[in-house]
């Protein structure tokens, strides 16, 4: 599968013959200065929670590509007052069948409101299954026991987690994470956007390599595939 880093949490997957855009935080973000955010390609906008740094740009994309908006269901009723026309809200434990394939939105342990500050639910993850690959986003998420049911669950080919700490896992957790889902491959998100997520790169490859872990650190910009 494809997959094409956007900085921060955002990052794109082609799944099932469609273009799938996970938290777009483009704009502001002073890492993805090159990204055009005019020219980002969706056909679905898959949101995990509220906050500012995975929204950002969900409004932008959503109207001017039509993409189809997947959240949890007040993040998706929040967009629908917001003017977007396509969004599907859906909550925790819930799948649907889509375009592209199945995509399942699972627990995550953080917190969720809205940029202007009304209430968000609560943060998911989404589990998505098309007949060219299956992976799982955690979203923004402490490591919780709950993965293991995703593992138990669905044979994966990558994951994608937050390693920056601070507001989320750590790579001692992420590792975990994959370990919990049993995913050999993950893709890092969530790191060197604000001072306070840092990543010291080099040690959080050797944490993976020790737990005989792949992990993908692709560019802003770089697509690789999975
Ligand atoms: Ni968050
Ligand atoms: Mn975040």
Redesign the pocket.
Known sequence: MKFTYYG??CFAVQAGGKTLLFDPFISPNPLAKKIDVNKVAADFILVSHG?G??VADVIDIAKRTGAKVIAPFEVGSWFENKGVKNVQSMNHGGAAKMDFGRVKLTSAIHSSSMPDGSYGGNAAGFVVEADDGKFYYSG?TALTLDMKLVGESVKLNFAVL?IGDF??MGIEDAVRAAEFVSAKKFVGV?YDTFPSIKLDHAAAQKAAIAAGMELLLPGIGETVDI
Do not use: G
Request: proline fraction near 10%.
């Open positions: 921060h949490a906050h740094d995975h923004d937050p507001f989320t969530h």
